[in-house]
């Protein structure tokens, strides 16, 4: 298939790339861009159903381009009238957060609570855990105006977390920040609890006291999307995906982007996308 890319967002995963940092060797000449959304411009004849104009989503990375050829395996047909800006942001931050809330293990009743909360994963984190009847507690480095009811990380957070979880048990903790917070986070948790590691935004190691383990039974899981996604195999990924879709669909909800770009102005996209701050820096790669 080939397809006319129209959209790719600056992913944390693109600078982790460009700076050395990604957790996996990538290969050296291959475009970067981890998501990206594109409309079909031509199907092989073994191809019966998409057509030219059907708005697909990249499942794999190299996306900042204006043409890809691919098998119709690495592509996500979506829903006419899905917007594909929404659409480019679609491939890693849903199906984090969907995963790591299958690998947290939780149930209707149970509470989690995760760190970053002001992030486009913890944002989908929310949505899926509320669908669950599961109560997040959110905290935070700093304040961040899409989360006012957050806790600030610090001392005595432990304590405070457990009221804010209203009674319920704290069974995992997402912990994308690591160093010294994660002994933080892991010291919310109820007996047996799992903690998830799956961003390193301190840049430090994690730090855990050892009686956690010992006393309180805590397990720590490392989790990364595609290595995940390849034990789903493809078809199971595909599945993912629509039910994804699907609930974008019954309850759509708009992503912030802080701008678009063209991406004959990339390094301008870069410098903005490591500033930081609210919504997602984009490359719209039809200019």
């Known amino acids: 298939m080939l397809v006319r890319m129209a959209y790719a967002p600056v992913n944390p995963a693109d600078l982790l790339a460009i700076e050395g940092g990604y957790s996996f060797d990538l290969p050296h000449?291959?475009?970067?861009?981890?998501?990206?959304?594109?409309l079909v411009e031509a199907v092989g004849e073994a191809v019966a159903d998409l057509r030219p104009g059907d708005l697909v989503?990249?499942?794999?990375?190299?996306?900042?381009?204006a043409m890809r050829l691919l098998p119709r395996r690495h592509l996500i047909a979506l829903p006419a009238g899905f917007d594909p800006v929404q659409a480019a942001m679609l491939r890693i931050n849903?199906?984090?957060?969907?995963?790591?809330?299958?690998?947290?293990?939780?149930?209707?009743?149970?509470?989690?609570?995760?760190?970053?909360?002001?992030s486009v994963v913890a944002h989908w984190v929310r949505t899926f855990a509320a669908r669950m009847d599961v109560k997040v507690v959110d905290v935070v480095g700093r304040p961040h105006p899409a989360t006012p009811d957050a806790l600030l990380d610090g001392d005595g957070l432990a304590e405070r977390a457990l009221a804010a979880s209203g009674g319920r048990p704290v069974r995992a903790a997402l912990d994308c920040v690591a160093g010294a917070a994660t002994d933080r986070l892991a010291s919310c948790l109820a007996p047996g609890g799992r903690l998830l590691l799956f961003g390193h935004l301190s840049g430090e190691p994690i730090q855990v006291r050892s009686q956690l383990l010992t006393g309180g039974g805590?397990?720590?899981l490392g989790f990364s999307l595609r290595p995940a996604e390849e034990a789903m195999g493809v078809e199971g990924v595909h599945a993912m995906f629509a039910e994804l879709a699907a609930l974008h669909a019954a309850d759509p909800p708009s992503l912030p982007v802080r701008a678009i770009v063209p991406l004959s102005r990339a390094e301008e996209g870069i410098a903005l996308a490591r500033t930081g701050g609210g919504g997602r820096v984009l490359f719209d790669l039809t200019q």
């Open 94 to 118: 849903p199906p984090t957060a969907h995963l790591l809330l299958r690998h947290a293990g939780v149930l209707p009743g149970d509470a989690i609570i995760q760190n970053g909360a002001g």
């Open 218 to 220: 805590l397990s720590i």
């Open 57 to 65: 989503m990249v499942l794999g990375r190299g996306n900042w381009c």
């Open 29 to 38: 000449d291959q475009p970067l861009g981890a998501e990206g959304a594109g």
